[in-house]
């Protein structure tokens, strides 16, 4: 009788599978999405704040020309309107050396008033007098500048408030007007500087690029903006990489004076957006790595879980065969022993067969008995194993014996080969190595299927000793060839499925042979039967060389009767 293995749930196994993936992986690309959308809108602001902060920039390096310009303007030409109407300008010059004004290539006073009305007296960069040739372009650029203000003068127009003027008429000489008004706010004259190109390239631009930039860049980033100045022809006159090529991101004309001139920016600073995006790749490689490790972790919790499904349904299988297996040689037992005891039977050879189903059946429930207590004991650590000097050929052939009724019975046919080469006697746990080589010849009995004949073979292959067993049933399929000797494992189809067993007896096997230093073995073809040897070594188990081949069971040696014996 046989009762049907619950199958592995692989559906639910599937969909728990791919919940755990949703579960994992639709969080992150919700998360990863609105990242994306985020970076996006990012990107649009971060261009829109980053232009204004260079714009600003540029703003500032602007305001600072300025201020330069006025400043030094306001400084230096500022001269007491007396001095035009009492005729004191000769003290214009001490004035100059003074306050000398930055910037400035040339300083000029033009009187409209007393003595020196319409004369331009010229102070060289050092503030000395200088005696202008009157056909020069700049002594005409001076008198282009300051003629409407002698023409205002002249005409007696009043100035309610005096700034400085600029003219910029001729681009090489650019110059900055202050008015001079009396006490009635007339203009009695004009106090001016011609402004220095040179200087203003080589001084003002950088030292007002450099003052400007803390406020918007970091300091040590200074090399990641380029400020170009170009002229109204676009040259470019000024620049704090001359290297660049490229274009601007921004521009802007300069204020008060250079006014054709404008100043450009280049920025190679990183953006908001530019570290939203590699924000974004970082993050997007740990969101790989997360749902990697994630995944992993499902993975191998469904394989746990699943393992313990297995094991849990193993245990369930085996307390339902063991409990089988207990019970049907007990119900024989207990018939047999009825019959025996009410006399029922008097045949002679009846009684004798009864007989020896009874000791059959106790056989097989010590053999089932044996292999739980030794599974219990190897599992609790409690196993040990007794060695004393044995020979395996003598304890082979015992073995074999207690087999003797069942393979009769089962109509089965037993070659025993002993070892032609003689063993010698080998320390060994008598009592384990029989169990461990019973359980083999019971699965052979159990698995062999229509197959009627069973091969024992006990030889010496170099330095280990081969005990084998061979039969021609259901073989084992190669990839369960070493689950089966896993504590509950059993083949869950085919013959197998139907044959009642613990799963325990292979594993038995495995302990003790490899308690004794040796190793289980496996050859086998589904539907073409199996090999299993048993393989120990003789260096590490050999107790002295063999003793009389009698002892040893040499091949040819009288078996017992249903036994056949070759070479
Ligand atoms: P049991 O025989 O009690 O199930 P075992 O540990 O002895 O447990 O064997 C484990 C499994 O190995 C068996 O269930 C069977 O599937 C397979 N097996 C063992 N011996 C043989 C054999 N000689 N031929 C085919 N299959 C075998």
């Keep these: 009788m046989s009762t049907p293995r619950t ?3 692989r559906p639910f196994r599937r969909r728990t599978l791919w919940l755990g993936f949703a579960a994992v992986l639709l969080p992150l690309a919700v998360l990863l999405c609105l990242e994306y ?15 204004a902060a260079l714009a600003n920039y540029l703003e500032a390096v602007a305001e600072k020309v300025q201020s330069f310009y006025n400043w030094n303007a306001e400084k230096s030409l500022n001269v007491p309107y007396t001095w035009f109407t009492e005729d004191h300008l000769g003290q214009v010059a001490y004035y100059f050396k003074k306050k000398p004004p930055k ?5 000029f006073v033009a009187s409209f008033v007393g003595e020196k009305k319409g004369q331009i007296l010229y102070f060289d960069s050092t503030c000395s007098t ?3 040739p009157p056909w020069s372009a700049e002594a005409r650029a001076v008198y282009v500048a300051t003629s409407s203000w002698e023409t205002m003068a002249h005409k007696g127009a009043e100035l309610e408030t005096v700034t400085l003027a600029v003219d910029e008429r ?11 008004i009396d006490d009635r706010s007339k203009v009695v004259g004009v106090v001016g500087m011609v402004l220095d190109e040179e200087y203003f390239r080589s001084v003002v631009l950088p030292e007002k690029i450099a003052e400007a930039l803390p406020a918007f860049f970091l300091a040590d980033d200074s090399r990641k903006t380029v400020v170009e100045v170009r002229d109204r022809r676009q040259q470019t006159v000024f620049s704090t990489d001359p290297s660049f090529v490229g274009s601007y991101e921004v521009e802007k004309p300069l204020r008060f004076v250079f006014t054709d001139w404008s100043l450009g920016l280049a920025s190679r600073h990183p953006t908001p ?13 740990l969101s790989a790595l997360l749902a990697a490790v994630l995944l992993g972790g499902v993975i191998l919790a469904l394989r746990t879980a699943s393992r313990q499904m297995k094991l849990s349904q193993m245990k369930s299988d085996f307390v339902s065969n063991v409990s089988h297996e207990l019970r049907t040689p007990l119900a024989s037992v207990r018939v047999f022993g009825e019959l025996l005891r009410l006399g029922r039977v008097q045949d002679p050879g009846k009684v004798r067969e009864y007989g020896e189903y009874i000791e059959n059946e106790s056989r097989r429930l010590t053999q089932l008995i044996n292999n739980l207590l030794d599974f219990s004991r190897i599992e609790s650590g409690r196993k040990s ?16 014996r207690t087999f003797e009724v069942r393979l009769r019975q089962s109509g089965f046919r037993l070659i025993y080969h002993g070892p032609e080469e003689a063993l010698p006697l080998l320390r060994l746990d008598p009592s384990a190595m029989v169990h461990a080589f019973s359980n083999l010849l019971d699965n052979a009995l159990k698995y062999s299927g229509d197959g009627r004949e069973i091969e024992v073979r006990l030889r010496r292959r170099g330095a280990w000793a081969v005990l084998s067993v061979r039969d021609w049933g259901v073989g084992v399929a190669r990839d369960e060839q070493e689950k089966i000797f896993d504590r509950f494992h059993r083949v869950s189809t085919g013959l197998v499925h139907d044959v009642k067993g613990s799963g325990l007896g292979l594993a038995i096997v495995r302990h003790v042979v490899e308690a004794h230093g040796g190793r289980v073995e496996v050859d086998s073809k589904p539907g073409q039967g199996s090999t299993f040897s048993i393989l120990l070594p003789l260096d590490a188990l050999a107790v002295e060389e063999a003793p009389g081949q009698d002892a040893q069971g040499r091949a040819g040696e009288a078996l017992p009767p249903l036994l056949g014996g070759e070479a």
């Design 37 to 51: 959308r985020w970076l996006v809108k990012l990107d649009h602001a971060s261009e829109v704040a980053h232009r």
């Design 103 to 107: 910037g400035a290539r040339r300083l």
């Design 385 to 400: 194993y007794r060695q004393e000097p044995a020979d395996l050929a003598e304890l082979v052939r015992d073995a074999v």
């Design 7 to 9: 199958p592995q749930p």
């Design 130 to 132: 200088f005696s202008q």
């Design 273 to 285: 957006g530019d570290w939203a995006r590699s924000n974004f790749a970082i993050n997007l490689g």
């Design 170 to 180: 001729d681009p090489r000489h650019r110059i900055i007007l202050n008015p001079i």
